[in-house]
């Protein structure tokens, strides 16, 4: 079966599904009792029709339109229970499926962060005097070479300071790679690139002043769901964008509100990791626990939330 030959069988259906809930306003009572099965019965249907339609043409403009129909007519179908366990509902399944939904954007996200991040490290590793310019003020102790090369002379509070500084720098980031799919995704991308750069200088310059072991342990620990949360937010605002430039079937206006609010589920689902991301950056940097640890928190901590997106994301509504 090809998309627009399913689109074309279950088009009417759909927009039945629209004109019956337009008509109830969020109370299905009011379309009388044989209006009120057909709903229940359509409504299972588009959610089959969605569940098709991930599997088949994950990409196409026309699922996440369906989506919306879907999460709508839910609403409407099961009423007060769906307000009651909504929140639960949305942590424990609705947030990892719109993480999981978009992978060739999660994909591009990453590359955007990653790439110019790798370069610019290997950059800054063998041009030191020439990429020392580009670091970042609440940076520049980690390009300063020291004797023993393990120690950056920070007492417990400055390794706080440093962390929070990063810590601050990356919800930031996060925030604007969102808003930046305002226009079309570009400034997303710029917000990625950007930053991408600087993390890279300063681990590249870290490495070079023999500092690299001590920059894991200050920044690993949290600095790895991080990272996963900037990518996830690159991806909700790269949503946004690819929807002005490429609507599909839907009006611009309607592709763009769809994908807005995408995105703002997954900036409040991604928020609750950055607090989490916040209290291994406050109780654990400035233990100094070391390299090692240091890497197994932050590694660990990464592989649990991809996990989840692997494992709850896969889950249908």
């Known amino acids: 079966m090809n998309l627009d030959l399913f689109i074309a069988e279950r088009r009417p259906s759909w927009d039945e599904l629209d004109t019956l809930l337009a008509a109830a306003k969020g109370r299905p009572e009011r379309l009388g009792a044989e209006r009120t099965r057909r709903l229940g019965a359509l409504y299972r ?5 969605l569940a098709l339609a991930r599997r088949r043409f994950p990409a196409e403009p026309a699922v996440p339109a369906l989506e919306d129909l879907v999460r709508r ?14 929140a639960v ?6 947030y990892w499926r719109r993480v999981r939904e978009r992978p060739v954007l999660l994909a591009v996200a ?7 991040g790798l370069v610019a490290g290997l950059w800054a590793w063998n041009e030191p005097g020439d990429a020392g310019g580009l670091i970042p003020s609440t940076a520049e102790a980690v390009a300063r070479p020291r004797p023993e090369g393990s120690d950056l002379g920070f007492s417990a509070g400055e390794r706080a300071s440093f962390s929070a500084g990063i810590f601050t720098n990356n919800i930031q ?3 604007g790679a969102v808003a930046g799919g305002i226009a079309f995704g570009l400034l997303t991308a710029a917000v990625l690139l950007f930053n991408g750069v600087i993390l890279g ?29 900037i990518v996830v937010a690159g991806a909700a605002g790269l949503r946004m964008g690819w929807a002005l430039v490429d609507p599909g079937r839907r009006p611009r206006a309607q592709a763009l509100g769809t994908e807005a609010r995408a995105a703002v589920e ?14 291994v950056e406050g109780l654990v940097t400035p233990l100094g ?15 649990l939330y991809w996990a989840l997106v692997w494992r709850l994301g896969a889950a249908q509504p």
């Open 45 to 49: 249907a588009a959610a089959a029709d």
């Open 73 to 86: 007519a839910h609403a409407v179908v099961y009423g007060s229970r769906v307000r009651r366990d909504s």
């Open 89 to 94: 509902a949305f942590l424990t399944r609705g």
């Open 110 to 116: 990453a590359l955007l962060l990653f790439t110019p």
């Open 173 to 175: 980031v996060s925030l």
């Open 201 to 229: 200088v300063v681990a590249g310059l870290g490495v070079a002043a023999g500092n690299g072991a001590v920059l894991l342990e200050l920044v690993v620990p949290h600095g790895v769901l991080e990272l996963s949360c």
């Open 266 to 279: 997954l900036v409040l689902g991604t928020a609750v990791w950055l607090v989490v991301a916040g209290l």
């Open 289 to 303: 626990i070391g390299a090692g640890p240091a890497l197994a928190v932050g590694f660990g901590l990464g592989a």
